[in-house]
């Protein structure tokens, strides 16, 4: 017996017990269905994208040891991203009014869906939109009011701004989110107060659709989520085209996305599939123009460039020219630095040899001198009787030979 435990498009997750569940029921989960098995009130596992028996009995061996059928639960779930929407209503600093609709998108991974238990642990076995949005919808509007208060109307519906509320929406309700079995993958707000209306009374009419035990077909199904998830879209859409500085590329974007929205809710799997062919049909034919033309493109270039060489020829030969008369000029220049170069070393030769040559007759003319002196010192040295008048010749000896020493050796130092 196949088995569906989602009958209403608007449940996230359904927590079943055993005895609610037909005897030998199988299921089928999609990639983006979980189911969380429980037995005796503890969490066993959790399984997805598989086909199994939802509640099968102690084999026969199992029985003749003692076992018996354990007490299952089941918690399915649905991944998403989910919806979520939550008024936020206030008055800013400067008396502005402050009304809008945050549309939060939530996600379900296998990993975090056993912590969905919190939900029938208070006594919630189904799992909506208006379940999670009432948990989170003090903190959001909390959060939400203190940075919108702080900006006037305009600023308030700026992209920037959107962004600061969303970022930080990220960061202040990871925690009560994970505890909840959920992850933040995203939002939106939407200023225009007839559309956030009418998204909520969407929301509510959706809760109220109850859909027959079995589908009629496979298609019915794929249509059914297929009208939902192009209602999401559409309210994202519209919420990003009120943003006051949204680039003209962008909202061309969203129209045309809009459009192809609401055409694709009027025909069927096998018109889309039709319209599929065609669009790839028409992406190779522009891809092949666009390859035609990108070729004649760069044809026009190489004749181009080839023109324009021809026609700067006379130019490039006038360019040259003078490039080599500049080149001859620089070469005659140098050549004449050169000259004067030479010509002002040979005449700081001449005069250091003549510097030179007065030098040395000064250390002559000086060493005669000392010479004399040297004569007097060394009479009276030798012929002194008083040992006072032999010391100072002596000193007076020593003083003057260090004086022409010291005069010889700074006479030949260069300039």
């Known amino acids: 017996m196949h088995f569906r435990w989602r009958t209403n498009p608007t449940v996230i997750a359904q927590y079943l017990k055993d005895d609610d569940i037909p005897r030998q029921a199988e299921v089928t989960l999609k990639p983006n269905e979980v189911c969380v098995v429980l037995e005796d009130g503890k969490i066993v596992g959790s399984v997805s994208q598989t086909h199994m028996e939802v509640n099968p ?31 936020v209503q206030g008055v800013a600093e400067n008396g502005d009014e402050i009304n809008c609709l945050l549309t939060l ?33 003090h903190l959001t509007q909390t959060c939400a009011l203190e940075i919108l208060r702080k900006k006037d109307a305009n600023v308030m519906r700026t992209v920037e701004t959107s962004e600061d509320v969303i970022f930080e929406l990220r960061n202040r309700l990871r925690t009560i989110l994970d505890s909840h079995g959920f992850a933040f993958r995203g939002g939106y707000i939407t200023w225009s107060s007839s559309a956030a209306e009418e998204q909520i009374k969407n929301q509510y009419v959706l809760q109220r659709i109850k859909m027959q035990h079995d589908f009629a ?16 879209r559409k309210a994202e859409l519209n919420a990003r085209l009120s943003l006051s500085n949204v680039h003209a590329e962008e909202t061309a974007a969203m129209n045309l996305e809009i459009e192809r929205l609401e055409a694709a809710g009027k025909f069927d799997l096998k018109m889309w599939e039709q319209e599929q062919s065609l669009s790839e049909l028409k992406a190779d ?18 004749l181009e460039v080839e023109r324009q060489r021809i026609m700067a020829a006379p130019a490039m030969e006038i360019k040259e020219k003078r490039a080599v008369e500049d080149r001859e000029a620089k070469a005659e220049q140098a050549k004449q630095a050169m000259a004067m170069f030479e010509e002002v070393q040979l005449r700081k030769q001449q005069r250091m040899a003549m510097n030179k040559e007065q030098e040395q007759m000064r250390l002559e003319q000086q060493n005669q ?16 009787t008083d040992p006072q008048v032999q010391l100072e010749a002596l000193k007076q000896l020593a003083e003057l030979r260090k004086t022409d020493l010291q005069a010889q050796k700074d006479a030949y130092k260069n300039d």
């Open 57 to 87: 009995n102690v084999g026969l061996f199992a029985k003749l040891f003692g076992r018996s059928n354990p007490v299952r639960a089941f918690l399915f779930a649905f991944t998403g991203p989910h919806p979520v929407m939550v008024q």
């Open 105 to 137: 998108k939530l996600e379900i991974t296998r990993e975090s869906a056993p912590r969905l238990i919190t939900f029938p642990a208070q006594g919630k076995t189904s799992v909506q939109a208006s379940d999670v949005a009432e948990v989170i919808s």
């Open 217 to 232: 077909s496979d298609k019915e199904r794929i249509e059914l989520d297929a009208y939902i998830a192009s209602e999401q």
């Open 285 to 302: 034919a522009a891809r092949a123009s666009s390859i035609k033309d990108a070729e004649l493109k760069n044809e026009l270039a190489k």
């Open 369 to 384: 001198g000392s010479e004399k002196t040297v004569s007097v010192l060394e009479n009276i040295a030798a012929n002194s």
